[in-house]
């Protein structure tokens, strides 16, 4: 049974069918989702606390708008979008949000953005040779959550998720272009950080 | 193309644009190069983590969004306000009655459409619980015994049920079988009372405990009376409509014009006749013609509720 049949009978159930068979229905959809949303939702977030209630928040909203799930629209990428919703209210709730955050100079503004050429045109010795301990992963899973919400939606779906730019563009309501340019501009940011964060004379 | 070699590493291009990028890098020397400092740039996403989520969030959240129902309750079912004049009823009761008049065909013919969907997904519903019992049980679906109260096709509700893997036993019920006139007060016994249930009780239970639908009964190979093992075989039939006494052979419910059959697989199609195909298995008797194990693993038969999986004719053929 499709993602999209279950939600159909869920829906059905709500509106006067067989509660048993929406529960059902409703409780596959969520196991199918429970690995992959949870793992979006815990890196997006970087809080496993916040990455669970988002999750719950995330099917209660499947809940109360399965009425305008559109026929003939995929599942998966309506999920994420509400789950990137959720992600967004969870974020702003959250009073211990680190307020120091790796583009505390740029406020989401794609103009100012590194593009892909800057990147480029570095010299500096990749990272790769030197990722190898635990302490350099936690580095980097640092760096990540704390990229803005703007460039980590896109890091977390195309990256980790491996979706599309299409697809990603669709979840984030934005053009494909500002998925590509936000990606350059991720890496970028992630780069100029890790330069720093070498002792000098090291790189 | 420089602007493309992100997305084309991280296979984020659609299919046309990952060509272009390939045949320009078969070529260009310098995107090559440039490609690769992009390559070790990405170590930088690289983390090494799969993030798992918590033990029993999945049945965490169906309670939360439950819990939520009762408090929450969706919006736009309030009543519309004011009410109807006499006229606006006469008028109305004109146009309700002319469109029955027009629409009476379609409407019959929709309304036999709506019950085979829902009579689908209530098979589709099955599924995922034969499919769930069989993730706990090692591969093996509900087991029909050769002998004892037990020994029925029907056992799989009870089974099911017990385990919890459906809550509603309105699911066992065909809504054009004639059991669902009575589907209100339909109750699908518990195992428990199957075993101690006395002689003269037992038929009328174990007819009960399917509901409406046929279940596969086990099958004998090498002697030896075995139950099926979930294999996702599309073309082996699970459970259907349960068997009729028609003489086309087909299930009593939808008026005998054909089946849902549940394949094991999980799907689930409409069949008029029978068999799978044209020569495929015939799905309510075994090899042999006649209700009762299967004679390989391959032949399923579809037994109603109170069908039992005679084994003698097989093992003295065998």
Sequence with gaps: ?203 | MHDQLLGYLLDALEPSEQEEVEASLSQDAQLQEAMSRLHEKLALLDDGTNFEPPPGLAARTCQFVAARQAVAPKPGCAAAAGGWRVQDMIVGGGVFLAACMLLFPAIAHSLASARISQCQNNLRMMGLALGQYSDFHAGQFPFVPQRGPLAVAGVYGPLLMDARLIDDPALLVCPTSALAEQADEFAVPKLKRLVRAAAADLPALQSRAGGSYGYTLGYCENGRYRGHRNCGRMRFALMADSPGELANGRSGNHEGTGQNVLFEDQHVAWLKHCRVSNFGDHIYVNGLGYVGAGIGRDDAVIGDSSARPLTVRLMSAQ
């Design chain 1, 1 to 203: 049974m499709t993602d999209e049949e279950l939600l159909v009978v869920y829906r059905q159930s709500t509106s006067g069918g067989q509660a048993g068979t929406g529960r059902l229905a409703f409780s596959e959809l969520v196991r199918r989702y429970e690995r992959e949303l949870y793992g979006y939702l815990r890196r997006y977030l970087g809080d496993a606390v916040l990455a669970e209630d988002a999750f719950q928040a995330t099917f209660l909203q499947v809940h109360l708008k399965c009425d305008q799930f559109e026929e003939g629209r995929k599942v998966r990428p309506w999920l994420y979008t509400i789950a990137t919703h959720q992600a967004i209210d969870s974020q702003r709730r959250d009073k211990k949000h680190k307020i120091m955050s790796l583009d505390r100079h740029n406020q989401y503004d794609d103009e100012q953005m590194g593009g892909l050429a800057d990147l480029l045109a570095s010299d500096d010795a990749g990272p790769s040779a030197r990722l190898e301990s635990d302490e350099q992963r936690d580095w980097i899973r640092k760096a990540v959550s704390e990229l803005s919400p703007a460039l980590i939606g896109p890091v977390t779906l195309v990256y980790y998720q491996g979706m599309k730019y299409r697809e990603a563009a669709e979840i984030l309501d934005v053009p494909v272009g500002t998925i590509k340019s936000r990606l350059n501009a991720a890496l970028l940011k992630l780069h100029e950080a890790w330069v720093q964060a070498q002792p000098s004379g090291d790189i």
